[in-house]
């Protein structure tokens, strides 16, 4: 069913109506319609849904045992030698691309067990660890486990500045009208070449053979193409240093009817351009044998995972992957 209204990334007067498919019980997400940008594969949920209706449904029901996201925060513990192989492969993509310090603010928007934070304390080492959270276990959970966390509710409490800010499956569950000040106000807490890493669900509807295999699109309110992700950082003030496609290839589960392009977003030269500047910063702030030291460390982790998927770049992937810096 064709509508009027426009895209909210595009501009795109055309939008197509399809099916919302929700596998919970909850009410909130029934009678819900995905309004699709037939032009950048940008796609929202319609009607919108209030946003203290949905508050309550994250504080109240989304890590309740009656979902499938739940978890049992009061009988959770963090494993501190654990090796997270999505975070790590974000914050080592990620690192490429900051100034090296001798000490990282790290936040996490959508924390969920925390894995991350151990993750950023194993490669980034000397960090203070921050995040954003209103679930009262988790908040507990999180000052339990992690000796040096700062706790926020609201962008309003953050008084410091930030130096990696990560959003691993959060952004697409914020309302496409929320999207453009949400980017803002990360763009105002980071220091200057600060870095923004996002990773969302590749859910291009204009993909047949996504649009009907996909299982569930609860509890998200924004679906990414990977044009259309582009497309909304850039008109943000950020510098898009890498977005490209991750994890699992579609066509493995999917139809491998699908003509797939490989996606070249980052030249070659650029990237070698980019990995030897890198080096350079390093080498003279560590000094030669510090240098090498590090190096031995971290290709130690590389080689423990460079055959994991989250590894896997390129082609039509299930997962899109983009890191920002503050200009």
């Known amino acids: 069913m064709k509508e009027k209204n426009k895209c909210l990334i595009c501009d795109n007067s055309g939008q197509t109506s399809i099916p919302f498919l929700n596998t919970t019980t909850h009410t909130l997400f029934t009678n819900k319609k995905i309004s699709l940008c037939e032009k950048c594969g940008f796609g929202q949920i319609r009607p919108q849904i209030n946003t203290a ?26 494993n501190k030698t654990y090796q997270d192989y999505r975070s790590i492969s974000q914050l080592l993509l990620g690192t490429q691309y ?20 151990i993750s950023a304390k194993q490669i980034l080492k000397n960090v203070r660890l921050f995040t954003m959270e209103n679930n009262t276990d988790a908040k507990n959970f999180y000052k339990q486990e992690l000796d040096n ?15 990696i800010v990560l959003m691993s499956h959060s952004l697409e569950h914020f309302d496409a009208t929320e999207l453009n000040n949400l980017l803002q106000n990360i763009y105002e807490i980071l220091e200057k070449d600060g870095l ?115 590894f896997k770049y390129g082609d039509n992937r299930d997962l899109i992957r983009c890191i920002l810096k503050k200009k």
């Open 53 to 78: 209706h949905l508050n309550d449904y994250y504080e109240n029901y989304y890590r309740c045992k009656e979902n499938e996201m739940h978890i049992d925060f009061n009988s959770s513990e963090l």
């Open 98 to 117: 900051i100034t090296p310090k001798k000490k990282y603010h790290f936040l996490d928007l959508g924390a969920g067990l925390g894995l991350s934070f």
């Open 149 to 163: 966390i700062t706790i926020f509710e609201n962008f309003s409490e953050i008084k410091v500045k930030m130096d």
């Open 196 to 310: 923004l890493i996002i990773e969302v669900p590749h859910a291009d509807f204009r993909d047949l053979s996504y649009f009907k295999n996909r299982t569930n699109d609860t509890p998200h309110l924004s679906f990414f193409s990977l044009e259309s992700l582009k497309k909304l950082v850039e008109k943000t003030n950020f510098e898009l240093c890498f977005i490209n496609t991750a994890g699992n290839l579609l066509n493995d589960y999917f139809s491998k009817s699908q003509k797939i392009k490989r996606n070249k977003n980052i030249p070659l030269k650029k990237f070698k351009k980019n990995l030897f500047n890198i080096i350079k910063k390093r080498l003279k702030y560590l000094g030669f044998f510090e240098f090498i030291r590090e190096t031995k460390t971290k290709l130690k982790v590389k080689n423990a995972f460079y055959e994991n998927i989250n």
